[in-house]
């Protein structure tokens, strides 16, 4: 039986109150991605209150990523996803390099974390897809072209073995930020050659089966990301004026 909404007290912070009353109609009722939800007109009238506090939470809850509006439908439970987070993020640490220092760090340690569940997978074909990437940044390299494509295929594709989709949307996440911030703070990359090769010691570790040999890689990999942050705080150059 569908658990009902209840009414709600008219207070200044009624949209609040409406987006985790939805929230909760949601987890009372075991909802899943795709089922549909009341219509606004139903949710006014449920938890007494104006229609247009309905829409304006409906908006909210629509941007986080919890439900979806569907024109000519109606409203529907949105899959998880972290991609919301991403818009905010990006934003938020072009304002502060030590900021984006320490989302490097927290992508460090996940994914040097994550090394020893992710090796077992590494079977040899995965490791020749990890070879073809690698050969794909010396390529572009060498034409003097951006290897960000690759760069962002490459981690995905070391732990998208492990299954573990949280894992690939943190990654795609911390990655996206990270170059957007760069592109922001003008961190060239001035030599593409040593990112190409560092990215093929990581295959080189793995293929030795040696957890320690690929965390003690991608760490080289990340101190030379680290190294481009600290030369720019050195310069004190102020984000967005770069030129």
């Given at each position: 039986?569908?658990?009902?909404?209840?009414?709600?007290?008219?207070?200044?912070l009624?949209?609040?109150?409406?987006?985790?009353?939805?929230?909760?109609y949601i987890?009372?009722?075991?909802?899943?991605a795709?089922?549909k939800?009341?219509?606004?007109?139903?949710?006014?009238?449920q938890?007494g209150?104006?229609?247009?506090?309905?829409?304006?939470?409906?908006?909210?809850?629509?941007s986080?990523?919890?439900?979806?509006v569907?024109?000519?439908?109606?409203l529907y439970?949105?899959?998880?996803s972290?991609?919301?987070?991403?818009?905010?993020?990006?934003?938020g640490?072009l304002f502060d390099?030590?900021e984006?220092e320490?989302?490097?760090?927290?992508?460090?340690?996940?994914?040097?974390?994550?090394?020893?569940?992710a090796?077992?997978?590494?079977a040899e074909?995965?490791l020749?897809?990890?070879d073809?990437?690698?050969a794909w940044?010396?390529?572009?390299?060498?034409?003097?072209?951006?290897?960000?494509?690759?760069?962002?295929?490459?981690?995905?594709?070391?732990?998208?073995?492990?299954?573990n989709?949280i894992?690939?949307q943190l990654?795609?996440?911390?990655?996206?930020?990270?170059?957007?911030?760069?592109?922001?703070?003008?961190?060239?990359d001035?030599n593409?050659?040593?990112?190409?090769?560092?990215?093929?010691?990581?295959?080189?570790?793995?293929?030795?089966?040696?957890?320690?040999?690929?965390?003690?890689?991608?760490s080289r990999?990340?101190?030379?990301?680290k190294d481009?942050?600290?030369?720019?705080?050195?310069?004190?150059?102020?984000?967005?004026?770069?030129?």
């Amino acid at each position: 039986m569908e658990k009902p909404l209840r009414k709600l007290a008219a207070t200044p912070l009624i949209n609040d109150q409406i987006q985790e009353a939805i929230k909760q109609y949601i987890l009372d009722n075991h909802l899943q991605a795709g089922d549909k939800l009341p219509s606004e007109n139903s949710l006014s009238q449920q938890l007494g209150v104006s229609r247009n506090s309905v829409r304006e939470s409906v908006q909210s809850l629509a941007s986080l990523g919890i439900i979806e509006v569907r024109r000519g439908s109606g409203l529907y439970v949105k899959g998880f996803s972290l991609q919301p987070i991403i818009k905010n993020l990006s934003y938020g640490v072009l304002f502060d390099l030590s900021e984006l220092e320490d989302l490097l760090q927290v992508r460090e340690v996940l994914e040097n974390g994550m090394v020893h569940v992710a090796l077992p997978y590494l079977a040899e074909d995965r490791l020749r897809t990890l070879d073809d990437i690698v050969a794909w940044m010396r390529l572009l390299a060498e034409r003097g072209e951006p290897l960000v494509e690759p760069d962002r295929q490459f981690h995905l594709e070391l732990f998208r073995p492990v299954g573990n989709h949280i894992l690939l949307q943190l990654q795609d996440i911390f990655w996206g930020t990270l170059r957007n911030a760069l592109q922001h703070v003008n961190i060239a990359d001035s030599n593409p050659l040593r990112t190409a090769q560092l990215h093929g010691a990581v295959v080189d570790a793995a293929r030795s089966g040696d957890a320690e040999q690929v965390r003690r890689a991608l760490s080289r990999h990340y101190e030379d990301i680290k190294d481009r942050l600290r030369r720019m705080k050195a310069a004190r150059t102020p984000i967005g004026e770069e030129g």
